[in-house]
Every structure is written in C-alpha cells, then in structure tokens.
C-alpha cells in the first residue's frame, strides 16, 4: 500500500523584529509538515498574498507598520481567501479577544509561547479552529509590564542589551566584567521580570516595552 504525500501546511507570518521572524521560521525549518514565508510589515504581507496565492494561515504583528491596530487584520482577513488569519502579539488589550473573533479573526498567538505550543497552535487554526490562549481567557498572565511595575536593575538592564546583541553568557561577562554565573543569574531575573521563558523572548517582550 502506498502512503499519500501530505501536503505541508503553509504559513505566512509578518512581524517588523527580524528576531521573532528568524526564530519562528528556524523552528518551522525542522518540522517537515509545515512551511513558513516571512514578511517585515503588513504592505509586504499581503503582496505576498496576492502574488502566491491565500495560506493555510496568515499570523499578523499587532503593532508592526501598516497595521493601525485591527484594521490591519481586517485588511489581511480580506485578502486571505477566507483562510485563517490570526494576530501575533506579546500583550493584547482585553478588548481586543472579542474584537479580534467579532471580525473574524482566527485568534492569537503569544509571541512568549514555547516553539512546541506554537506548532500546535499553527495545526489547529490552519484546521479551521479559533485559538485563544488561556491566559488571555483567564486574564492572569505573567505578561510583560512597563517599567514601572517590572523594575530591572541598572545591571539587569545592561544585561538585557548585551543579549539583544545575541551574545553568549561568557561573551555578556567578559563585556561587563561579570563572571558567567553572575550572568545566568541576571539572565534568569529578566527573564522572570518580563514573564519570558527564554532568553530570545525576553528580548521581543522587552522590545515590545521598548527598553531596548
């Protein structure tokens, strides 16, 4: 019996930080199901559209350029044939979840979510489903905050623009005169203040905030 070829499913996703785009589509290059097209802004995206055709699913960032909050979800709901379309985004507005359905929107992905949770998220939607993360039904995420209520440290601070520089903890002590536990340590707090799991997202939450 000969097994049918499954048809990848293809994503487009846009976002303006080069980082969320390099680690999403880094992932998707090791999942053999999936195929991912990148674009920097929503004008980008939805030339991509017209030129190759609707995608399986479309995620958009809610504050890149050309967005102007959801009117830029609309734009891309229209040009996406009827297929998904859903917002990425590290901090919505409570308003935005019954906005974004009321559209028709297909939901949210988080850009804090584990690389694993995202490709979950990315098979249901392109199967049809809405997706609202838990958090945001629940309203109780660790999200990241404006200074004033996630108050880093001189030092942490330093840290975090070394590793918005994709630096190593060796590399972070060695340019600020810290051993590398000390870093781990620092490392550890931002990730923890900003509600990031990894170093990479705590650099998009803390550029989100734009402490960076």
Do not use: W
Not at 18 to 25: D, G, K, T, Y
Not at 51 to 64: Q, Y
Not at 187 to 201: D, F, H, M, P, W
């Amino acid at each position: 019996m000969v097994s049918e070829e499954v048809t990848p499913i293809r994503i487009l996703i846009a976002d303006d930080h080069a980082m969320v785009l390099e680690m999403f589509q880094q992932f998707i290059s090791g999942v053999p199901d999936v195929t991912a097209t990148t674009a920097p802004d929503l004008d980008s995206a939805l030339d991509i559209i017209d030129r190759e055709g609707a995608f399986d699913l479309v995620l958009v960032d809610l504050n890149m350029p050309g967005m102007d909050g959801t009117a830029g979800l609309r734009k891309a709901i229209e040009r996406n044939d009827g297929k998904p379309v859903a917002l990425l985004t590290s901090n919505p507005p409570a308003h935005l979840v019954p906005e974004v359905l009321d559209m028709g929107g297909a939901g949210f992905v988080l850009k804090t979510t584990s690389l694993r949770s995202f490709y979950n998220e990315v098979r249901f939607m392109a199967a049809g489903e809405r997706y609202i993360p838990v958090e945001l039904i629940e309203c109780k995420r660790v999200m990241p905050r404006d200074m004033g209520t996630v108050p880093l440290s001189e030092r942490e601070m330093d840290v975090l623009a070394e590793l918005s520089e994709g630096k190593s903890n060796r590399n972070i002590g060695n340019a600020l005169g810290l051993k590398e536990a000390t870093v781990k340590m620092h490392v550890k707090s931002v990730c923890t203040k900003l509600g990031a799991s990894n170093r990479t997202q705590a650099v998009i939450a803390a550029r989100e905030m734009n402490l960076i």
